[in-house]
């Protein structure tokens, strides 16, 4: 066996179209799939039952089922009811209902972590409920899970790949055309995992970043994000 990589990288233009596709995909479901996770674990911690069991049944079932499966529902769900998508609205719709199941759990974690007393004493100054969140709790807990939120959206991004299996052009899917047009598929798919490390490592460095401007007593501190 001779390997080739030529007629890979030839195609760069292909797999650069497919890694922005990637990246649009992980960005926006990371943002949307924040929000609901946030809302999502405020939900668990309500004092209403039937918001804690919504939430909770819909967390339940993200998490106990495939990813492809969760796409698959999405994608034959919505055309059964005459919505006839593109796969790449489809694909986020999916990814993002499914990291905000997962955010859910950290962010409740992260409120669970805050002190007693702090929000005793938030309640002291007659704030509200939304108040005491909002000041209180949110950046606080969202600090304490930074680092699991983050290693969760890259796993997302990873986790896009199956968006290949409803036509969605990310950087999977143009790696499977480009191997049955080349004929090599052991180059492609080596070339398409170092590409994947590279957006890892890209996007846990923007994470990174990000975390330095949001939470800068760590950063003072020395505490890695």
């Known amino acids: 066996m001779k390997l080739d990589f030529g007629a890979v990288i030839e195609r760069w233009p292909m797999f650069v179209d497919g890694a922005i596709m990637t990246m649009e995909l992980a960005v926006v479901a990371t943002t949307f799939g924040f929000l609901i996770g946030t809302a999502g674990a405020i939900a668990k911690r309500s004092a209403s039952e039937s918001a804690r069991r919504i939430a909770t049944i819909y967390v339940e079932a ?12 999405v994608y034959f769900g919505l055309a059964s009811l005459g919505l006839k998508l593109p796969a790449f609205t489809v694909a986020l719709a999916a990814l993002t209902i499914n990291v905000g199941a997962y955010a859910t759990e950290i962010m409740r974690a992260g409120f669970d972590s805050i002190p007693k007393g702090q ?6 100054l007659a704030l509200s409920r939304r108040q005491v969140y909002w000041h209180i709790m949110l950046r606080p807990a969202m600090e304490k899970v ?12 990873l986790a896009s790949s199956v968006c290949s299996q409803i036509s969605a052009e990310e950087l999977t ?4 055309f480009v191997q049955s047009d080349t004929y090599r598929p052991f180059e492609t798919y080596a070339f398409v995992g170092a590409v994947y490390v590279l957006l890892s490592l ?13 939470f800068p007593r760590r950063r ?4 890695p994000l």
Do not use: D, H, K
């Not at 930074?146 to 991004?157: D, E, G, I, N, R």
């Open 119 to 124: 929000i005793e004493a938030a309640e002291c």
């Open 62 to 73: 993200i998490r106990n089922t495939p990813i492809l499966v969760q796409i698959f529902l």
């Open 220 to 223: 003072r501190l020395g505490v």
């Open 146 to 157: 930074y680092p699991a939120l983050t290693s969760q959206f890259v796993l997302l991004m």
């Open 202 to 214: 890209a996007m846990r460095a923007c994470l990174w970043g990000i975390g330095l401007v949001l």
């Open 173 to 176: 899917a143009v790696s499977n």
